[in-house]
């Protein structure tokens, strides 16, 4: 009989996203294009250290600054996560006592030393703002990532398909189908070319087509 067990998600943080591809009773989980794979508190720890930056009384434009370096992406075992991110997860799984320092232009600074900085203890910013989190982080094992979960989250976070969908077999992952717009122009032949398994349609508008639309299938 087939299944239905089957998710859309309008908004995929990481840990959220990790649950749906290991819950046993999901056969599909299907994202679109404007998703950002991060974990869901870490907006909330960002305005936290904004908070932190207002009493320590930097402009707003070296508050922005800092916003922007904390959500800067960096590679962490294979995942493209923010410097905020990697700060958070080294906090919840690793228990490393982790320090956001910057300067009054809202700068990050690797490692105390000289003067004139400023500095927030990310673990106890955490436990104030979000009681409770470590023993989820602790459950949900965030950085023991399988390597078809690496696989999936590689697909989800290429910025070509506007859509993913992650498919299940018998409990386990088992592929991708990636949806990628295209222009109108490109020769099917060469669109063929690029992929073993796939399927092409033209979508039409007052008329007139507008672009080729293609499903990549890719086993994980």
Same mark, same amino acid.
């Given at each position: 009989?087939?299944?239905?067990?089957?998710?859309?998600?309008?908004?995929?943080?990481?840990?959220?996203?990790?649950?749906?591809?290991?819950?046993?009773?999901?056969?599909?989980?299907?994202?679109?294009?404007? @998703?950002?794979?991060? #974990?869901?508190?870490?907006? $909330? +720890?960002?305005?936290?250290?904004?908070? %932190?930056?207002?009493?320590?009384?930097?402009?707003?434009?070296?508050?922005? !600054? &800092?916003?922007?370096?904390?959500? !800067?992406?960096?590679?962490?075992?294979?995942?493209? &996560?923010?410097?905020?991110?990697?700060?958070? =997860?080294?906090? #919840?799984?690793? !228990?490393?006592?982790? &320090?956001?320092?910057?300067?009054?232009? /809202?700068?990050?600074?690797? $490692?105390?030393?000289?003067? $004139?900085?400023?500095?927030?203890? &990310?673990?106890?910013?955490?436990?104030?703002?979000?009681? /409770?989190?470590?023993?989820?982080?602790?459950?949900?094992? =965030?950085?023991?990532?399988?390597?078809?979960?690496?696989?999936?989250?590689?697909?989800? @976070?290429?910025?070509?398909?506007?859509?993913?969908?992650?498919?299940?077999?018998? /409990? %386990? #992952?088992?592929?991708?189908?990636?949806?990628?717009?295209?222009?109108?122009?490109?020769?099917?032949?060469? +669109?063929?070319?690029?992929?073993?398994?796939?399927?092409?349609? +033209?979508?039409?508008?007052? $008329?007139?087509?507008?672009?080729?639309?293609?499903?990549?299938?890719?086993?994980?």
């Amino acid at each position: 009989m087939k299944s239905n067990n089957h998710v859309a998600t309008n908004q995929a943080p990481l840990e959220q996203l990790l649950f749906c591809l290991r819950n046993k009773e999901v056969d599909c989980v299907l994202l679109s294009s404007d @998703q950002n794979v991060s #974990l869901s508190f870490i907006d $909330g +720890i960002n305005r936290a250290i904004q908070y %932190q930056a207002s009493e320590f009384q930097l402009s707003e434009a070296a508050i922005q !600054e &800092l916003s922007s370096s904390l959500n !800067e992406k960096t590679n962490k075992n294979g995942i493209w &996560l923010s410097y905020l991110e990697s700060r958070v =997860l080294d906090v #919840l799984v690793n !228990e490393k006592s982790e &320090l956001i320092i910057f300067n009054k232009n /809202g700068e990050l600074i690797t $490692g105390l030393q000289g003067v $004139g900085y400023f500095v927030v203890h &990310l673990a106890e910013l955490i436990k104030e703002a979000f009681p /409770g989190i470590h023993s989820l982080a602790k459950e949900l094992n =965030l950085i023991a990532v399988e390597q078809k979960e690496l696989k999936a989250l590689d697909f989800i @976070q290429d910025k070509n398909y506007h859509s993913v969908k992650v498919i299940k077999r018998k /409990g %386990q #992952l088992d592929r991708v189908e990636c949806e990628e717009k295209m222009p109108i122009d490109k020769r099917v032949i060469d +669109i063929m070319r690029d992929a073993a398994f796939q399927s092409i349609s +033209i979508n039409q508008e007052d $008329g007139k087509a507008v672009h080729i639309n293609r499903v990549v299938k890719q086993k994980l």
